[in-house]
């Protein structure tokens, strides 16, 4: 495991809680030299019984955007941890520039171990909740520890390239070739798609002020790392043994739900479960409240079940 230096003290930058809820931001600092942004929801009277760490989705970030999850599972009785990835949020590095994604992986991996290998944490269970782009960084992070994490929620994961969409081999080939070059190079457009991922008109008013989300185009090299990862995911949803639970919006434009029920149907897993949700969107937390209720319902009653009991062997696929 690589070594963080932790920047506490002045980097200290907030320490906060409501009247239920502690919440704390901390900068640390990767084997790299980069500064990243980290965040924390805990309980502000009791032990949490189990710990959640989230992965957010490109161009995105945690602690606005993963604000009001954080507080329902904290209320729910679970501590929850973020990390911006390196060029995103408030963490240093060029921004939405993903060099590597094998590193993006090994920080999460790095600081989530760190947080668990705590004496008070050792003997507490440990889930994770990947967002779009983060459910592949969870699935990857599942790869290199096969045994560690007890289980996750994947939300419109990116797992596969939609056979519409996958380029061809040449194609593939000459983006290497031109990576190689002129890998910071932001040539490839990206429209503002808030407008097709969140159905609640208010929501889409929340993204658009929220300063710490990206909104230009992508570098070439991040586009050539998203795509290289989804296809190597894609050969290997197989070696997926973990419990999860994989929701999906059945309008999603973004993500493509058949994928979250070819990883349902490829994974290994004992203890699997897929819910698509028709009509709703990619944000599946950021549709009109009382579809988000029903989500939120989804995924407690699914921690629930497992954080206080051993997983079982369950295979459910609902269309809800």
């Known amino acids: 495991m690589s070594e963080f230096t932790s920047c506490r003290g002045s980097q200290l930058v907030m320490d906060h809680h409501s009247e239920d809820i502690k919440y704390e931001e901390e900068f640390i600092v990767n084997s790299r030299g980069t500064k990243l942004f980290t965040c924390r929801w805990i309980p502000q009277n009791f032990q949490p019984k189990a710990l959640i760490f989230i992965c957010h ?3 995105a970030e945690c602690s606005i955007s993963m604000r009001d999850a954080a507080a329902r599972m904290v209320r729910a009785g679970y501590g929850v941890y973020g990390i911006d990835h390196e060029g995103h949020g408030r963490s240093s590095g060029r921004r939405c520039y993903i060099p590597n994604f094998s590193d993006i992986v090994t920080d999460c991996s790095d600081s989530f171990m760190s947080i668990c290998e705590k004496p008070e944490n050792r003997e507490k269970k440990r889930f994770l909740y990947g967002i779009s782009m983060g459910g592949s960084v969870a699935l990857l992070l599942h790869k290199k520890s096969p045994d560690y994490w007890d289980g996750a929620i994947l939300l419109a994961p990116m797992c596969k390239v939609s056979d519409d969409m996958k380029p061809h081999p040449i194609v593939v ?12 190079w932001r040539i490839i457009p990206t429209p503002d798609i808030i407008d097709k991922v969140c159905k609640d008109p208010e929501m889409r008013k929340e993204v658009r002020s929220n300063p710490y989300i990206y909104r230009g185009k992508l570098p070439l090299k991040t586009c050539h790392e998203l795509l290289m990862v989804s296809l190597d995911i894609e050969k290997n949803l197989n070696q997926v043994t973990m419990p999860f639970l994989v929701l ?4 999603d434009i973004v993500t493509d739900p058949s994928v979250s029920k070819l990883l349902f149907e490829k994974a290994s897993s004992r203890d699997k479960t897929f819910k698509l949700y028709p009509g709703m969107w990619h944000a599946l937390t950021a549709e009109f409240p009382n579809d988000v209720e029903r989500v939120y319902s989804d995924i407690i009653t699914w921690l629930e079940e497992r954080a206080n009991n051993c997983a079982a062997s369950v295979s ?5």
């Open 57 to 59: 989705g490109i161009a």
């Open 173 to 184: 080939s000459a983006l290497t070739m031109i990576c190689a070059v002129v890998p910071s």
């Open 248 to 251: 999906h919006g059945g309008d």
């Open 316 to 320: 459910e696929m609902t269309n809800e």
